[in-house]
Each structure stands twice: as structure tokens, then as C-alpha cells.
């Protein structure tokens, strides 16, 4: 319903807000309506000011912005309702030691209500994690699982 | 909600029975290129009820069983079995109720949720709650309950990270109607 | 011209089922053309079978292995006719240590002939370059050059 | 023709005169997430006379002007220049020969090649070939001669190499045949 959609908007928009800055430590963002006389049927755009820099076109962000972007809209949606369980698929791949330690810290912020499943090649994501653990395959085509202990 | 256990068998490069305990907070898998973490993440779409081979990253459904390798041949079918701990018991308002099926009201009061999903190279599907078989309708109508549903916010897969910034602007409506 | 294409599409194609297998230590991958008959106007195809796997769509492919194919053809291209220098961002993004390491000794191998720039947050990468350059923004949205002593 | 150096100024986030050394053999670009390194290769692309914006992430040519920060305007003109060592001058057939402007002809035997590409916010245009001003399609017809000239496989741009695999039949010709 129209309402709904204007009240969810609202919500994800004011936590993306909070969310992006905490992120990206400082700059802004915010969500906005394209056609604010059609809720009904209007799309989204995200506008982005990094830290010190301009606002400009999304497309000028760099590999690792753009990504950590992303990441700081869908944690808004996520903090607004919350699923059981989110699951990351290598989204730390374009992102610096510095971002991903702050990426890694709100994962765990976040993961006293739900549960996260995170697949990483990084070092400082896998430090993060409360439980590892390891697909093999030394069978070729063959995939086995083995828990990784995290003693260290 | 939270996932307890998830158990494949025959699906994609999971030839033998495998299972994955989850604790609950941050659970993290690593391991080579190729050798099927991403796999684990299409079997838990799949279970929950994608009906999309290709955001499986195959081009039939089928192509979601073990194929073979050098050594062994494919085999006839795949099996996903995920397992919920229900500690909140999920909610249907009272509309919901009348329209679920037996196999969705019993299981509402279960301290643990089982769904199966399995398919055969013949084409035949099975889906199972709680080891009674149902129909994948029962599975989604479940789901939409238990706010685990098809959230698109809560599987984010390898590589849309980046695509997600470049969204067109109804792409990004519907991401947030899901929350919605 | 429609011989000049068949002649370098044969080359590129030998020569990339030779890379493949180095870079993924075994396997194989191939080109074809769409229609044999419209030389002059056929789309190419990669078929790719990684080591004791089974060759299946490209798509069932890991998003590292994707990555891995994709290197091996520019490369198998580029040692047909290599150009003076290669400029690679970020390609090393999604592969793990040991991919990293082949194709970092490859890099190495062409580099006598052309010049490599690697533009990578990964350790290993940097590891096995001769010369490191730091990009650095102390003032936000400025960019600043330092070159960074690889003597260690 | 090997690359000797690279100056950046105004281009991008370099807002100040910003000089690059280039070695022979491999040398890596490292820094945080959004400090510059991929507006580095922007700007190898520019200089070698990339006509789309959008191949440069901007929306018009305009974007790689240095915009400005917190503390500074943005500047009136970006300009970049990129020196080659001319080891084994590059060739031109006899019919190329007849067609090239004089500023072509005039850098072939020299020891270095420098080529300057400037951009004012009016709109207007500047190239320079070892100081000389010349046209686009000078600079263009030189690089032909050198190999040098628009291979899409010798710069692979951030977040391409995924892209590559899944490219259409006649995207996947089009990269063959810049090698032909
Ligand atoms: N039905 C199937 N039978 C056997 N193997 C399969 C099947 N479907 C996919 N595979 C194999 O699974 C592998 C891909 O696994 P997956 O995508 O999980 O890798 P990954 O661990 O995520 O790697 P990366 O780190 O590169 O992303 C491919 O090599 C593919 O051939
Ligand atoms: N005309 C301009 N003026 C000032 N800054 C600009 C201009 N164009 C782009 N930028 C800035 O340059 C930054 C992007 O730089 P770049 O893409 O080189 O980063 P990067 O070092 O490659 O980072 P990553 O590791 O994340 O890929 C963006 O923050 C963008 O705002
Ligand atoms: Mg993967
Ligand atoms: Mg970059």
C-alpha cells in the first residue's frame, strides 16, 4: 500500500543517513523519491557525498565506495526489519584493511539479533568470526566441509 | 528463526551427505576458488524455495545435481535439508490460518522447523516440513510467517555487491518494498 | 579481413589452451566460433573445463575461477601481439593466495616483454612487484604519489 | 614504447601537479579505497584519447576536471601528460605516411614521444605532441603506428574481469579482433 511504502521509505532513509556516516567515517547520503507526486509507483535513487569530497555522480565513486555504499544501504534496510539470518557473499573483496575492520565491526553489532554467515578470502573478516569454517576439495569437483578451530 | 543446521546431499559439488552446524553471530566459510562455498549459499536459496535456475547460476533446475566428476558418475537427484530453531513461534493472523494448509498449522507450535527440497533428474520435486511431504507452496506461505521469506535484502550474492549501487531507481523500490 | 581474423583467432585459441592449464594447473578451455560458415561475422565461445570437474556452463563457474578464465584469455591475447604495457585493476580481487601466486609468476614472465601496472590491495600481488607506488589522501579528495621502498 | 612518465594535473582527484615515474617490468598501485588509483588509469585512458565519458565513470568530459573539496574550488582545467620512450620508433607504412599530418611525421625519429591532453571547463580542447599542437586524429593515427592504439585486452579496468566471461559471442570477437 502506498502508505506503507512511504513510512518504510522514511524509516530506511533516516538509519541509511546514520548508517552511511558511521560507515564511511563522516560525508552524507540520503535516499530520495524520484516522482514524489506518484508514491504509488515512484523508484529510488541514493545521492552520496564521501567524506571532504564532493557530491557527485554515483558512478565517479570508486570500486571500494560504491561497495561500501551498498553495504551501508542494505545494513539500513536490515536494522529496520531485521530477517533471521543475513548471508554475505564475498562483499569485503573491494574494500580496504580500514573499511573492512569497520564492516566487520557492525556485523557484529548487528549479529547479537541475527545470524550472519559470512564467505570471505580476507584475513581480518575471518578474525571477526565467531565460528570458521573450511570447503575443501581435495577430491577434484568433490566438496567436503571441516570446522576451523578459532583458538588463536 | 534461527538456522540450526543445513544438510546437503547430491547438490552441486556436495556429492556425499554434508552437514554445516550453525551457532548463532558470525559464522564465517573460506576455502579456495572453486571449491563450493558459494554453493553452500544456492543451497540455501534453493531449500527455501528459488524458483529461478539462473539465480542459481544454472540454466535448468537440474543442473543443481552433482554432476560427476573424473571419477564418479552424476548422480539421480539433490537433496537440501535446513534446519530451524523456532523459538519464536512463527505468526499467521487469523486470515493466514484459514488458508494454510494442515502441513504449515503443525508445525507452528514445533520447537525445531525442517524443510526438505528435493529434485530428481526426472524432473519430480519433493518438498518436506517436518518430514511430511507438502507442497513448495506450503514452504513459501511458512516462510512469509516467519519473516524469513524472499528477502532479497538478506542473501547478498558473490558479485552484486557492486551492482547494487547501479540498481535503476525501481530496482532500488524494490529492495526497500521488501522491508516494507 | 576474414583470413586475418581466422589466422589470430587460431593463435589466440592455441595459445589459450595452453595458458589455461598453467594458470589453473590442469584443465582445459578452448574457442569456438558460433558459425563455422560466417567467418566474418561469427561471435566466439569459451568452453571451459576446470581440473577434474566436469565442463558445464560458464555460470556454474566460481566467481574466482571466472575471474582466473578471464585473465587467461587477455593474457593469451596479449601474448599473441602484446601491446607495450598492461594495466590491471583490482583483476586479483576475487582469487585466493595460491591463484594470486600463478598469476603473479606469470605477470612476471610477460613483464621482460611489456611493462605491467597492477593496481591491487593484496599483499602477495604487491610482494611481486619490483617497483610499489602509494596513493594517499591525507586531505580529503586530494590525491598524492609516494613510492614506497620495497627493500624489505 | 615504453612508458617513462605520467603527469596529472587538475585530472580528477589530482588536484596539484602530480608526477609518475614508471620503471620497466611491474609496479603496483596501492592505497585506501577511494584515494585515487583507479583515476591513475582514467587518466592513461584520457591522455590516450578516450572519447566516452561514461568509459571514464563520468557523465560528461567535463567530469575529470578536478571538482573541488571541502577546502578548495574546483579548478578551471585538467590536463595530463604521459611520456613514452621512443626506443623502436614506430612505423609507418609508405600510404600511412602520405596521410599523417606533419606533428606525426616530425616525432617519429625522436627519442621520446610526449603526448599532452588538456581539457578547459568552457568545453575546449588542447593536444600536444612533444609541445606542438595538433589534432585528436593525430595523436590517434600515431599510437596506431606503436601498437599502443585502443586494445581493450591492455587495460582491464576494475570490475571488468568478471564481465568478461559473461560477454555476448560478438563482444568476446570484438576483443580477438583488436588483436588481429
Ligand atoms: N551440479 C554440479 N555438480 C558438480 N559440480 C558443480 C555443480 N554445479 C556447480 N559445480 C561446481 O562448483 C564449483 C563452484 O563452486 P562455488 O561457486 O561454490 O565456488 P566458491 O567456493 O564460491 O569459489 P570462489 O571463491 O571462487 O567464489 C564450480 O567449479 C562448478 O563446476
Ligand atoms: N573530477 C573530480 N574531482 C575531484 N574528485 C574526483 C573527481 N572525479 C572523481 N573523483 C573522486 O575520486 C575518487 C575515486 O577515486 P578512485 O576510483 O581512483 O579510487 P581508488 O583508489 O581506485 O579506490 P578503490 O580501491 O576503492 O577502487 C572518488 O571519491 C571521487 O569522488
Ligand atoms: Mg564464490
Ligand atoms: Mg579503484
Known sequence: ?152 | MRIKRLELNGFKSCMNRTVLDFPSGVTGIVGPNGCGKSNIVDAIRWVLGEQSARHLRGQSMEDVIFAGNDNHASLGAAEVTIVFDNEEAFHLDAEQEELVAEAVAAVRDAAEIQVTRRLFRSGESEYLLNGAKCRLRDITDMFLGTGVGSKAYSIIEQGRVGRIIESKPDELRLLIEEAA
Chains 1, 3 share one sequence.
Do not use: W
Open chain 1, 1 to 152: 500500500s502506498r502508505d506503507r511504502f512511504k513510512e518504510t521509505f522514511e524509516t530506511v532513509n533516516s538509519i541509511f543517513q546514520e548508517t552511511f556516516p558511521r560507515m564511511f567515517q563522516g560525508g552524507k547520503a540520503y535516499l530520495s523519491l524520484c516522482d514524489e507526486s506518484n508514491i504509488l509507483e515512484s523508484g529510488v535513487e541514493i545521492s552520496v557525498q564521501p567524506p571532504g569530497k564532493r557530491a557527485g555522480t554515483l558512478a565517479l565513486l570508486s570500486g571500494g565506495e560504491k561497495a561500501l555504499t551498498a553495504v551501508s544501504l542494505i545494513f539500513s534496510i536490515f536494522l529496520h526489519k531485521p530477517s533471521p539470518f543475513c548471508i554475505l557473499d564475498e562483499v569485503d573483496a573491494p574494500l580496504d584493511d580500514a573499511n573492512i575492520g569497520r564492516f566487520a565491526r557492525m556485523v557484529a553489532d548487528m549479529s547479537d539479533q541475527s545470524q550472519f554467515l559470512l564467505i570471505t578470502h580476507n584475513k581480518k573478516t575471518m578474525d571477526s568470526c565467531g565460528m570458521l569454517y573450511g570447503v575443501t576439495m581435495n577430491e577434484p569437483g568433490i566438496s567436503k566441509i571441516v570446522s576451523v578451530d578459532l583458538a588463536a
